[in-house]
T-cell receptor, first 110, second 114 residues
């Protein structure tokens, strides 16, 4: 069965410090992995997807199939990065739907 | 940038009442979805809708739930007889095709059942 695990509910870092939001997944097959961000009282927004290999707002994420992880990283956190971050998975086995982790609330301390 | 619009942003209803949550998907999108997030828990898939019928649904989407696209622009989720445990944030989403390009979420409706 597919599952997405985000072990940290809350994460606080100081401005300018590196940040890593952890995501592990379970999926039989080739998954598509995504990170979504939700700023206060706003909609879920796609931050990045592994297949695009892109960097958005300084964030990157590498799919590690050996460790079944898709951790989100940023070298220097900014105050505006404070938000809820959700890792999500999809693939052929899941149809056209996402499986989400429980989310990590990131607070960047000025 | 096109958006998925959901109304109302917050709805309070009494237990046992029927409630309809409304969504206006992006106009050229063909696939429509509802997700639910109970406070403190993960976002969970409820149902997907294509070509005027349900294409997939989860175990959560039982007989008390129904979806409809009544007029070619709105996409609604009806809960027939609400229970306290239906209190959650409900997200609508739409996508142009079966893949995930352009998959867009709305800002959600917070449903509170009292």
């Amino acid at each position: 069965a597919q599952r997405v695990t985000q072990p940290e509910k809350l994460l606080s870092v100081f401005k300018g410090a590196p940040v890593e939001l952890k995501c592990n997944y379970s999926y039989s097959g080739s998954p598509e992995l995504f990170w979504y961000v939700q700023y206060s009282r706003q909609r879920l927004q796609l931050l990045l997807r592994h297949i695009s290999r892109e960097s958005i707002k300084g964030f990157t994420a590498d799919l590690n199939k050996g460790e079944t992880s898709f951790h989100l990283k940023k070298p220097f956190a900014q105050e505006e990065d404070s938000a809820m971050y959700y890792c999500a998975l999809s693939g052929r086995n899941t149809g056209n739907q996402f499986y989400f982790g429980t989310g990590t609330s990131l607070t960047v301390i000025p | 940038e096109p958006e998925v619009t959901q109304t109302p942003s917050h709805q309070v209803t009494q237990m046992g009442q029927e409630v309809i949550l409304r969504c206006v998907p992006i106009s050229n999108h063909l696939y429509f979805y509802w997700y639910r997030q109970i406070l403190g828990q993960k976002v969970e898939f409820l149902v997907s809708f294509y070509n005027n019928e349900i294409s997939e649904k989860s175990e959560i989407f039982d007989d008390q739930f129904s979806v409809e696209r009544p007029d070619g622009s709105n996409f609604t989720l009806k809960i027939r007889s609400t229970k306290l445990e239906d209190s959650a944030m409900y997200f609508c989403a739409s996508s142009p095709g079966q893949g995930f390009w352009g998959y867009t979420f709305g800002s959600g409706t917070r449903l509170t059942v009292v």
